[in-house]
Structure formats: structure tokens, C-alpha cells
């Protein structure tokens, strides 16, 4: 369990906070998506977590330990797999793990066995002699997940790490993050691509310019991707508005109008078309469809990053 | 303490150590070179000394050579070049280092030239002329040669030569000793006023060496040494006069090779130390590798600590390696080893520049965001403040920013500001203090110029501690 408390990042004086007074929890048995574009401030609120970076104010506590003020503790249930993959390039995988498994206290032949089921469950046990630099960027960030496992921590910090991979990839990763779910750790998932999150996450938080702009739940997640009216009308005023608003819920997006949440099905949808013709309305782009999540996505988040 | 243990094993086995310790211990082997051939034993050569003597009989002069070099060590397949009568040869000396010829000739007087080089006019430098007379040729003849004490660079023993015709009696001479002061009235060498030391007992051609260290002997004083034909003789058949421990004392050694390594070791442990430094730490922080270190149960502080031990651990042990070595080298040469007070003040000489260096591209490392920068810093700062420093750097200073005039107390008081204020300059003041020598070679009082034990102690301490310390209270805080 992870609580972050008012979580601000400022990197620099003259620049906007990378992470502004983020409040989230993520609960045991949950995996949490963290949707943003680049730059939004995923990874900031990750490493803050994991404790490489301090929070300029706030509070990240891990199962009731402060990150910062307690930072051994804390990190004693953190699993962190990072973005990019950055290993000393000059280790082997076994000594290495070895090392992170002392600040854990292991040690003894339990780690000796516990290193190599690892190496053989992430499949680079045949690898085990040659030097990290040597591996492949699915090599590395197979071993990015073996050594956030080593400390058989509650709580994983999932930075970007479906991204890259292979359809198979995916999927098996999928797989084991949902049984770390069913194990009742906690994940956090970050992304920049919400469709990604689709399938896998519990609830999405959505991030912007380093602010929380919404969490997503799991039953409004399905509901996204639902059937929706986009509308082009050259004369527009307030009577096509009280029109639209009759069918469901308008959202505008440039002047193309967007109308969500049908009253009507989708089927009949040209029945709103036909009224705003009756009404001498001059409708130059009319269509039905189902607005898949990305376009939800950027409709929350677009207009840049930063 | 695994992780401790981890970044030691990490650092000694890394690449840059290993090249360091090679690097460290070159230039021990070099150093060391220098030295013993300096005191080589082995070289003979033009330099070789002649023992020679002579029998006759029944129309045959015999003549012996005996060849040795300043250790007494025989040398052996030495050409000796001789003329007489107009006759030239060149014979070699045996692996024993003795040559016998023979000369036919039953006139009374006969005359033997010889020589180390080729020669072919007597009046050539290097002959040396050899009277043989048969008169003379049957009694016992003897030669008291000073060498140097075989695996040291100056002490010095007797090697006493010894020829008789009567090769099947033993004829006895009797060798004498005295403590002499070097100056004033010696008195005659003669049994009475002298010490017994050894009965010869000769027979055929042979030398016998005797190594004479009266205890107690003052600066100005040597040994005098006589052998007598009789206990109650009135004359020396043979003396000499010398002193059994050289000029170049223990102290002397191994302050010769404590500034040595001080000066030469404290040039390069500035690149050293700090390359390593770079290369074990900040090109890992720079890069980001520390990251996956640090979201683990550890405090940055603490991965500050361990990596900082094993790189000074690293390069001290590289160092005192690279002393060892040489240590083997001076031992081989002079018999002795470097004193443990110096050994021991070269160590800690080492630590307080490693350790400041280590700490100052640690401290480098927190603000510096990129590999090259850092690589930058650990550049400038080794090659200025460190090679360059006591060569180039601190003399322009003294004379072109200060003004000041080399030779004065008050130069030498600036240097040694200058050099508390510099890691680099550490080494200086600790051969300043142990030699109580100023740069310039004269003699001065180190205390008046504020060196002593305590102060030296301070400034290391100071050094050892500062930078690492404000590392670790910038770096645990920083991300
Ligand atoms: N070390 C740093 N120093 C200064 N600014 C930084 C630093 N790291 C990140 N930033 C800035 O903070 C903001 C958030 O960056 P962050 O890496 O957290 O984004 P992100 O959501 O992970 O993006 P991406 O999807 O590209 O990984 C960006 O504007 C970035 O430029
Ligand atoms: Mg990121």
C-alpha cells in the first residue's frame, strides 16, 4: 500500500512543478494505471516514490513508512522497474543481485536459490555468465523485474514497462503483473498510452502538466469506448445546443461537437441529424461512432504534455 | 556491512584498479632499479680492482693477478692485458677471478706491465708497472683491500690478499685494529697501541675477508687496520684506514627513498585517486546506474560511505603494494628496509592525499550532472592541483603572483601555506617535516615554520575528513 500525500516536484527554480501536490493511494490486491503524455510527470511521481529523488514537499508513505524519513524501511516493500533498463554494465546478473539481496539482509544458499529461480523464471538463466551490457533491451528489462523482485517487496513500481515489448511480451506480462495482483501486492502502472492500461488496471489515474486531473474507475472504464455523435455545424448557437443536449451529454473540442452518454440508440443517432436539419441548421460533418479510449485519453489530457 | 564488502570485491577487481596497482607498481620497480643499480654488485667491468704478487723460482717468476670488483665478488673472465719485454698478451682471469702467468727468466730484477684496457706503449695511462725481484719473492706478502659490504650501497669491510711461495706450511700474520679519530694525531700502528682481531693463516694464494664494526663509533671516527707478520713486529706489513658504516646510514636510506616515493607517489595520486573516484562513482551517478541501488533498504549516505572505502581502501592497498615492492628492491640492495616510522608516515601520507582527492570528486560528483563535466573536474583538479602543482603551479604562484624571492624564510612560509592549502601539497610538508629541509636544500627548524607532529596531524586529518564529510552531507539530501 502506497499513499502518496500532496506530492509536489520542482526541479528547478525557473521551472513548473514536475508533480504538483499529487494525492493518490494505491491500494494492496490493486493494480493502479498511471496515464500521462511524456513529460506529463509519471516517472517523476515513481522515482519519488522509490526514493532515488526527494519530494520538494509532500509525502509518499509505503506500508506506513515514510519514503523519506524512513527511507530503509519504506524501502524495504518498494520493487522498482525502471524505464530504461541501467545496470553497472560490467556485472554479471548473480553477484549482482547478491548485492541489491544484502540490503535486504539475505543471504546464504536461500538467496543462491532464490537468484536462480528468478534468472530462470525471467529466462536469462542461460545468459547468467555473460555481463549486463551484453544483454538485449528485453534481456535488461527482464532482469529489471528480477532484481525488483529480489526483496520480495509488497508494493511494484511499474515505470513504462509494457512499453517496447512484443505482443507476447505484453501479455505475458500482463499475466504476471495480474497475479502479483492476486498475491494482494500492490502495483503501480505508468504509461503514455491509456489503451495499454485498458486491459490490465483496476482504476487509471490521469496525470496532466504533473497534476491529477482524474482517476478512472474499473466500471467507467468500460462504459468508455461507447457509441458517440460528432457534429460540424456552420451556423451554431444556442438552439442547436438545446438540440444536442436533448441526446445525451456535449462536449466541444475545437467547433466539432461531441455528443456522449445517447439517450437514444445508437441506431437512431440520425434522428439528431434530421432535427438539426429541420431546424435550418447547416450541418457539415455528421458521425457515429464508438469513441475508442485514446481519443477519451486525449480529449482529458491533450494539447502537450508540458 | 555486505554491501560494504560487495563494493570492495566490485573495486579491487575492476579494471581501473588492477591498471592502477600495474601502474603503482612500475613505477616501484623502476624506482627500484634505480636505486640498485646505483649499488649494483654485480658489475664489474674497467671497474674492477687488481690484487697482485709474485714467487720465483728456479728461473721462473710466477705471477698472480686477482680480480674483484668493490664488493670483493671475484671477476671472473676479465681480460688483463700485459707487456714485458716488448710482448704483449691478453689473458682472461679464471671464474675465480685469479690469472697466474709465467716468466721465464733467471735475471734478478724483471719488469711487468699491466693493464684493465688494451694498451700498446707503456707510457699508455691505465699500465701499471710490476717490479718482480728475487729477492723478495719468497717471503709472505700481504694486501689489505677496502670493499663494500656485499647487499649494501656503503658499508665497508676489509678483504685482506695474502700470496706465499711455501704452499705446504700455513704461514701466520696477525691483524690488528684501533678506532681513529679522522683529524688530529693518530699515533703509529703498531701491536701495542692496537686491538687483536684475527690470525691469518696463509697458504698458497687466497684472500680472507673481515668485517670490523667496533661499536660506539663516533661521526668523526674510523677504523685503522694493520697486519703483522709478528704479535711484537714494529712496522705494518699492510694497513688501511676506513669507515665500517657508510655515510648513507639506515636513516639516510630510507630518507632517500621516503622522498622518493613521497614526491614521485604524490604526483600520480592525485590522477589516480581521482579517476577512480570518477570511475567507481560519479560516471555511476552521472549515469544513473546508482539509481537501482538506491531504491534499495540504504540510505544514499551510506552508498556515498561504501563506495568511498573501497576506492581509498583500493588505492592505498595499491600503493603500499607498490612501497612492498620496492622495500624488496632496497632490501636486496642495502640489506636494510625503510624504518616503520617512515614506512608507516608514507602510508598515512598516502591515505590524507587519496582520501581528499577520493572526497573532493565525490563532493564534485553531487553537483555535476554529466559524465564529461565530472570527467572535467577530475582532469583540471589532478593535473593542476596535483602533477603540476608542486612543479609548476605553486613555484609561479610564490614568485609571479606573490613576488616572492626563492631562497627566503619567507617564501619558504608561503609554500608551506600554500601547500596546507592543497591536497597535493601534503606529501611536501611531510618530507619538509621529516627532513627538515627547505625546498632549496638548506637546513631549517620545521617547528618555526609551524610543521610539526601535531600540525601535520591536523591538516591530514583536516584533509581526509572535509571533503568526504560535506559529500555525504550534500549527497544524502540530494537526488
Ligand atoms: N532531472 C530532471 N531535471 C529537470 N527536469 C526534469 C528532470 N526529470 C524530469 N524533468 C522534467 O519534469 C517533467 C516530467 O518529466 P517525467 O520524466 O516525470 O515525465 P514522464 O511522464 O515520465 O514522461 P515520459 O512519458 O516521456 O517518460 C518534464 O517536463 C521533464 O522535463
Ligand atoms: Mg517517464
Same mark, same amino acid.
Given at each position: 500500500?502506497? @499513499?502518496?500525500?500532496?506530492?509536489?516536484?520542482?526541479?528547478?527554480?525557473?521551472?513548473?512543478?514536475?508533480?504538483? *501536490? #499529487?494525492?493518490? @493511494?494505491?491500494?494492496?490486491?490493486?493494480?493502479?494505471?498511471?496515464?500521462?503524455?511524456?513529460?506529463?510527470?509519471?516517472?517523476?511521481?515513481?522515482? =519519488?516514490?522509490?526514493?532515488?529523488?526527494?519530494?520538494?514537499?509532500?509525502?509518499?508513505?509505503?506500508?506506513?513508512?515514510?519514503?523519506?524519513?524512513?527511507?530503509?524501511?519504506?524501502?524495504?516493500?518498494?520493487?522498482?522497474?525502471? @524505464?530504461?533498463?541501467?545496470?553497472?554494465?560490467?556485472?554479471?546478473?548473480?553477484? =549482482? /543481485?547478491?548485492?541489491?539481496?544484502?540490503?535486504?539482509?539475505?543471504?546464504?544458499?536461500?538467496?543462491?536459490?532464490?537468484?536462480?529461480?528468478?534468472?530462470?523464471?525471467?529466462?536469462?538463466?542461460?545468459?547468467?555468465?555473460?555481463?549486463?551490457? @551484453?544483454?538485449?533491451?528485453?534481456?535488461?528489462?527482464?532482469?529489471?523485474?528480477?532484481?525488483?523482485?529480489?526483496?520480495?517487496?509488497?508494493?511494484?513500481?511499474?515505470?513504462?514497462?509494457?512499453?517496447?515489448?512484443?505482443?507476447?511480451?505484453?501479455?505475458?506480462?500482463?499475466?504476471?503483473?495480474?497475479?502479483?495482483?492476486?498475491?494482494?501486492?500492490?502495483?503501480?502502472?505508468?504509461?503514455?498510452?491509456?489503451?495499454?492500461?485498458?486491459?490490465?488496471?483496476?482504476?487509471?489515474?490521469?496525470?496532466? *502538466?504533473?497534476?491529477?486531473?482524474?482517476?478512472?474507475?474499473?466500471?467507467?472504464?468500460?462504459?468508455?469506448?461507447?457509441?458517440?455523435?460528432?457534429?460540424?455545424?456552420?451556423?451554431?448557437?444556442?438552439?442547436?445546443?438545446?438540440?444536442?443536449?436533448?441526446?445525451?451529454?456535449?462536449?466541444?473540442?475545437?467547433?466539432?461537437?461531441?455528443?456522449?452518454? $445517447?439517450?437514444?440508440?445508437?441506431?437512431?443517432?440520425?434522428?439528431?441529424?434530421?432535427?438539426?436539419?429541420?431546424?435550418?441548421?447547416?450541418?457539415?460533418?455528421?458521425?457515429?461512432?464508438?469513441?475508442?479510449?485514446?481519443?477519451?485519453?486525449?480529449?482529458?489530457?491533450?494539447?502537450?504534455?508540458? | 556491512?555486505?554491501?560494504?564488502?560487495?563494493?570492495?570485491?566490485?573495486?579491487?577487481?575492476?579494471?581501473?584498479?588492477?591498471?592502477?596497482?600495474?601502474?603503482?607498481?612500475?613505477?616501484?620497480?623502476?624506482?627500484?632499479?634505480?636505486?640498485?643499480?646505483?649499488?649494483?654488485?654485480?658489475?664489474?667491468?674497467?671497474?674492477?680492482?687488481?690484487?697482485? %704478487?709474485?714467487? &720465483?723460482?728456479?728461473?721462473?717468476?710466477?705471477?698472480?693477478?686477482?680480480?674483484?670488483?668493490?664488493?670483493?665478488?671475484?671477476?671472473?673472465? #676479465?681480460?688483463?692485458?700485459?707487456?714485458?719485454?716488448?710482448?704483449?698478451?691478453?689473458?682472461?682471469?679464471?671464474?675465480?677471478?685469479?690469472?697466474?702467468?709465467?716468466?721465464?727468466?733467471?735475471?734478478?730484477?724483471?719488469?711487468?706491465?699491466?693493464?684493465?684496457?688494451?694498451?700498446?706503449?707503456?707510457?699508455?695511462?691505465?699500465?701499471?708497472?710490476?717490479? =718482480?725481484?728475487?729477492?723478495?719473492?719468497?717471503?709472505?706478502?700481504?694486501?689489505?683491500?677496502?670493499?663494500?659490504?656485499?647487499?649494501?650501497?656503503?658499508?665497508?669491510?676489509?678483504?685482506?690478499?695474502?700470496?706465499?711461495?711455501?704452499? %705446504?706450511?700455513?704461514?701466520?700474520?696477525?691483524?690488528?685494529?684501533?678506532?681513529?679519530?679522522?683529524?688530529?694525531?693518530?699515533?703509529? $700502528?703498531?701491536?701495542?697501541?692496537?686491538?687483536? &682481531?684475527?690470525?691469518?693463516?696463509?697458504?698458497?694464494?687466497?684472500?680472507?675477508?673481515?668485517?670490523?664494526?667496533?661499536?660506539?663509533?663516533?661521526?668523526?671516527?674510523?677504523?685503522?687496520?694493520?697486519?703483522?707478520?709478528?704479535?711484537?713486529?714494529?712496522?705494518?706489513? %699492510?694497513?688501511?684506514? &676506513?669507515?665500517?658504516?657508510?655515510? =648513507?646510514?639506515?636513516?639516510?636510506?630510507?630518507?632517500?627513498?621516503?622522498?622518493?616515493?613521497?614526491?614521485?607517489?604524490?604526483?600520480?595520486?592525485?590522477?589516480?585517486?581521482?579517476? %577512480?573516484?570518477?570511475?567507481?562513482?560519479?560516471?555511476?551517478?552521472?549515469?544513473?546506474?546508482?539509481?537501482?541501488?538506491?531504491?534499495?533498504?540504504?540510505?544514499?549516505?551510506?552508498?556515498? /560511505?561504501?563506495?568511498?572505502?573501497?576506492?581509498?581502501?583500493?588505492?592505498?592497498?595499491?600503493?603500499?603494494?607498490?612501497?612492498? !615492492?620496492?622495500?624488496?628492491?632496497?632490501?636486496?640492495?642495502?640489506?636494510?628496509?625503510?624504518?616503520?616510522?617512515?614506512?608507516?608516515?608514507?602510508?598515512?601520507?598516502?591515505?590524507?592525499?587519496?582520501?581528499?582527492?577520493?572526497?573532493?570528486?565525490?563532493?564534485?560528483?553531487?553537483?555535476?550532472?554529466?559524465?564529461?563535466?565530472?570527467?572535467?573536474?577530475?582532469?583540471?583538479?589532478?593535473?593542476?592541483?596535483?602533477?603540476?602543482?608542486?612543479?609548476?603551479?605553486?613555484?609561479?604562484?610564490?614568485?609571479?603572483?606573490?613576488?616572492? !624571492?626563492?631562497?627566503?624564510?619567507?617564501?619558504?612560509?608561503?609554500?608551506?601555506?600554500?601547500?596546507?592549502?592543497?591536497?597535493?601539497?601534503?606529501?611536501?610538508?611531510?618530507?619538509?617535516?621529516?627532513?627538515?629541509?627547505?625546498?632549496?636544500?638548506?637546513?631549517?627548524?620545521?617547528?618555526?615554520?609551524?610543521?610539526?607532529?601535531?600540525?601535520?596531524?591536523?591538516?591530514?586529518?583536516?584533509?581526509?575528513?572535509?571533503?568526504?564529510?560535506?559529500?555525504?552531507?550534500?549527497?544524502?539530501?540530494?537526488?
Amino acid at each position: 500500500m502506497i @499513499e502518496i500525500r500532496d506530492l509536489t516536484k520542482i526541479y528547478g527554480r525557473t521551472q513548473k512543478p514536475a508533480v504538483n *501536490k #499529487l494525492n493518490l @493511494e494505491i491500494n494492496d490486491g490493486e493494480i493502479l494505471g498511471f496515464a500521462g503524455l511524456n513529460g506529463a510527470g509519471k516517472s517523476t511521481t515513481i522515482r =519519488l516514490i522509490s526514493g532515488i529523488i526527494f519530494p520538494s514537499s509532500g509525502h509518499v508513505v509505503v506500508n506506513g513508512k515514510d519514503i523519506v524519513k524512513n527511507k530503509i524501511e519504506a524501502s524495504k516493500n518498494i520493487g522498482w522497474v525502471p @524505464e530504461l533498463p541501467n545496470f553497472e554494465p560490467n556485472s554479471k546478473p548473480i553477484p =549482482l /543481485l547478491k548485492y541489491y539481496a544484502g540490503f535486504y539482509g539475505l543471504r546464504g544458499p536461500e538467496i543462491e536459490d532464490k537468484i536462480e529461480s528468478l534468472l530462470k523464471q525471467f529466462n536469462i538463466w542461460e545468459a547468467r555468465n555473460r555481463k549486463l551490457k @551484453e544483454y538485449s533491451q528485453g534481456m535488461k528489462k527482464r532482469f529489471s523485474i528480477a532484481a525488483a523482485l529480489i526483496g520480495d517487496p509488497q508494493n511494484f513500481l511499474f515505470d513504462e514497462t509494457l512499453n517496447g515489448l512484443d505482443p507476447e511480451g505484453v501479455r505475458n506480462m500482463r499475466d504476471f503483473m495480474v497475479k502479483l495482483k492476486k498475491d494482494g501486492k500492490c502495483v503501480f502502472l505508468s504509461s503514455h498510452i491509456l489503451s495499454e492500461l485498458e486491459n490490465v488496471a483496476d482504476r487509471i489515474a490521469i496525470i496532466k *502538466k504533473g497534476e491529477l486531473i482524474k482517476i478512472v474507475e474499473r466500471n467507467e472504464l468500460s462504459s468508455l469506448g461507447s457509441t458517440v455523435v460528432k457534429v460540424r455545424i456552420e451556423n451554431m448557437d444556442k438552439g442547436a445546443m438545446d438540440i444536442l443536449e436533448k441526446y445525451g451529454k456535449v462536449e466541444t473540442n475545437g467547433n466539432l461537437l461531441i455528443v456522449k452518454d $445517447l439517450t437514444i440508440s445508437s441506431t437512431e443517432a440520425r434522428k439528431i441529424n434530421n432535427e438539426l436539419a429541420k431546424n435550418d441548421y447547416d450541418v457539415s460533418q455528421f458521425e457515429v461512432s464508438g469513441e475508442n479510449l485514446e481519443e477519451y485519453f486525449l480529449g482529458l489530457v491533450g494539447g502537450g504534455g508540458q | 556491512m555486505r554491501d560494504f564488502l560487495y563494493d570492495l570485491r566490485r573495486t579491487f577487481t575492476g579494471k581501473f584498479t588492477i591498471i592502477s596497482i600495474i601502474i603503482v607498481i612500475l613505477i616501484a620497480v623502476g624506482i627500484g632499479f634505480l636505486f640498485t643499480s646505483a649499488t649494483s654488485t654485480s658489475s664489474a667491468g674497467p671497474s674492477a680492482l687488481i690484487d697482485n %704478487s709474485y714467487t &720465483y723460482s728456479n728461473g721462473t717468476y710466477n705471477v698472480t693477478f686477482y680480480a674483484f670488483n668493490q664488493y670483493g665478488t671475484p671477476a671472473g673472465t #676479465l681480460p688483463i692485458y700485459t707487456e714485458h719485454n716488448g710482448t704483449f698478451w691478453t689473458n682472461n682471469t679464471q671464474p675465480n677471478g685469479f690469472l697466474n702467468l709465467k716468466i721465464n727468466s733467471d735475471s734478478s730484477f724483471e719488469l711487468l706491465n699491466y693493464s684493465l684496457s688494451p694498451f700498446n706503449s707503456t707510457n699508455h695511462l691505465d699500465v701499471q708497472p710490476m717490479v =718482480l725481484s728475487q729477492k723478495q719473492s719468497n717471503e709472505l706478502y700481504v694486501n689489505i683491500n677496502i670493499i663494500k659490504k656485499p647487499g649494501t650501497t656503503n658499508s665497508r669491510e676489509i678483504m685482506v690478499y695474502y700470496s706465499t711461495s711455501n704452499v %705446504s706450511q700455513a704461514q701466520s700474520a696477525y691483524l690488528y685494529y684501533k678506532v681513529v679519530n679522522v683529524t688530529g694525531n693518530q699515533g703509529p $700502528l703498531v701491536p701495542s697501541n692496537m686491538t687483536y &682481531y684475527a690470525t691469518l693463516t696463509t697458504k698458497g694464494v687466497g684472500v680472507q675477508v673481515f668485517d670490523i664494526n667496533p661499536a660506539n663509533m663516533g661521526a668523526a671516527q674510523q677504523v685503522a687496520v694493520a697486519v703483522f707478520y709478528a704479535k711484537n713486529a714494529t712496522f705494518a706489513s %699492510s694497513e688501511a684506514q &676506513y669507515s665500517p658504516t657508510s655515510a =648513507l646510514t639506515k636513516i639516510g636510506i630510507a630518507l632517500v627513498s621516503f622522498d622518493a616515493f613521497a614526491e614521485i607517489y604524490g604526483l600520480i595520486i592525485p590522477i589516480l585517486a581521482s579517476l %577512480s573516484a570518477y570511475f567507481y562513482f560519479g560516471k555511476d551517478r552521472a549515469n544513473a546506474v546508482l539509481e537501482s541501488v538506491i531504491t534499495r533498504p540504504v540510505t544514499k549516505g551510506r552508498i556515498i /560511505l561504501s563506495r568511498y572505502t573501497a576506492n581509498v581502501g583500493s588505492m592505498i592497498v595499491a600503493f603500499a603494494i607498490g612501497v612492498a !615492492i620496492f622495500e624488496i628492491f632496497l632490501n636486496r640492495a642495502t640489506g636494510y628496509y625503510m624504518s616503520l616510522p617512515y614506512f608507516g608516515s608514507l602510508i598515512w601520507t598516502y591515505f590524507v592525499e587519496i582520501a581528499a582527492f577520493t572526497g573532493l570528486i565525490y563532493l564534485a560528483s553531487q553537483f555535476l550532472k554529466t559524465q564529461g563535466a565530472i570527467l572535467g573536474v577530475v582532469l583540471a583538479l589532478s593535473i593542476v592541483f596535483g602533477i603540476l602543482w608542486s612543479i609548476i603551479v605553486l613555484p609561479l604562484i610564490l614568485t609571479e603572483a606573490l613576488h616572492l !624571492i626563492s631562497g627566503t624564510n619567507i617564501y619558504t612560509h608561503y609554500t608551506i601555506i600554500l601547500n596546507a592549502l592543497i591536497p597535493a601539497g601534503y606529501p611536501s610538508l611531510v618530507v619538509f617535516y621529516i627532513g627538515q629541509i627547505n625546498a632549496f636544500g638548506s637546513t631549517v627548524n620545521a617547528a618555526s615554520f609551524g610543521i610539526t607532529q601535531v600540525s601535520l596531524a591536523v591538516i591530514g586529518v583536516i584533509w581526509i575528513i572535509l571533503p568526504i564529510l560535506a559529500a555525504f552531507v550534500i549527497g544524502r539530501r540530494r537526488d
